[in-house]
């Protein structure tokens, strides 16, 4: 295993909006030594999603501060909301190699960090990378899910998800230091100067991005690229052997993941009812997360 970093505390001192405990857990099998953080809160005492978890995971180049507005809305109803850092993001340790960056390495975590907690009864609430990995994990731990809100992403097989995504990736290729909170900003103009600036705290400078460079990469845009087997037995999983609750947001003013992949995805996800548009959201669309949130809740209840 390659060097490490660890983001120093100090970084997220002025992080808004996020009054979350850390937990970390160093002890993956598979992944011993390199420190995971996760959010971790309880649900309230009583309410309809008492005994339901709710495993958020991000993508690229967020963190779990993306889902800061929609775990206060799973835990007030009484639902538990667990949101891990991938390694290489967030207040996770950060390995400095970047051929350490696999899609195997990062499922293999999710799968290890799920094990190791023994989440169950679980809603899987994901987007961009987050629904990558977490639709394809789904399929191989079943018997631990039971919904399913999805917001732009994707299940790639082999073929590039379209040319928003060859923008991105040539993009994501020529800013080996991206300022991440730039990126943020521009996709969405209502974020703060604070919000857009947390985005970006857990990388002091480009050493810490190793991780964030190296995800475009992976994407298994070509048959012969890890991943697209697992891509296709989620396809298949999703559209013929799912049973749960599914809730589809859309962030309409995605250049890469918007209407168009959602629609595809919608029709490989059976029973899921038509997505919830959100006109203003783009690719980032957790940004207007309490309201998914609170309509996700109200649809799994009607």
Request: aromatic share 10%; net charge negative; glycine share 12%.
């Amino acid at each position: 295993m390659s060097e490490a970093l660890r983001t120093p505390d100090q970084a997220f001192a002025d992080v808004p909006d996020y009054p979350f405990a850390p937990h970390y857990i160093d002890t993956l099998d598979g992944y011993e030594g390199l420190r995971v953080h996760y959010v971790d809160e309880p649900g309230a005492a009583s309410g309809p999603e008492a005994g339901k978890t709710f495993l958020c995971l991000h993508g690229q180049p967020s963190w779990s501060f993306l889902y800061r507005k929609m775990i206060p809305v799973f835990t007030a109803a009484g639902g538990r909301a667990v949101a891990p850092d991938l390694l290489g993001f967030g207040k996770s340790d950060k390995p400095t190699d970047e051929a350490t960056y696999t899609y195997g390495f990062h499922r293999g975590m999710l799968m290890a960090f799920i094990e190791a907690l023994d989440l169950r009864n679980i809603t899987l609430v994901c987007q961009d990378w987050g629904g990558i990995l977490g639709l394809g994990i789904v399929p191989d731990m079943a018997n631990r899910f039971e919904r399913l809100i999805v917001m732009n992403t994707a299940i790639p097989i082999g073929e590039s998800p379209g040319p928003g995504f060859d923008a991105w990736k040539a993009f994501n290729r020529s800013q080996p230091d991206m300022d991440i909170a730039n990126l943020f900003k521009r996709g969405t103009p209502d974020l703060t100067d604070s919000e857009a600036a947390a985005y970006g705290a857990p990388y002091p400078d480009s050493s810490f991005k190793s991780g964030v460079r190296r995800f475009p990469e992976l994407v298994p845009v070509d048959p012969s690229m890890e991943g697209v087997a697992e891509g296709i037995r989620a396809r298949q999983f999703w559209s013929e052997e799912w049973t749960g609750q599914s809730f589809m947001a859309v962030g309409m003013q995605d250049p890469v993941l918007g209407p168009p992949a959602m629609k595809a995805l919608q029709g490989m996800i059976r029973g899921c009812p038509d997505p919830v548009e959100v006109p203003d959201g783009g690719h980032f669309v957790q940004e207007r997360g309490e309201g998914i949130a609170r309509a996700a809740l109200a649809a799994f209840s009607g």
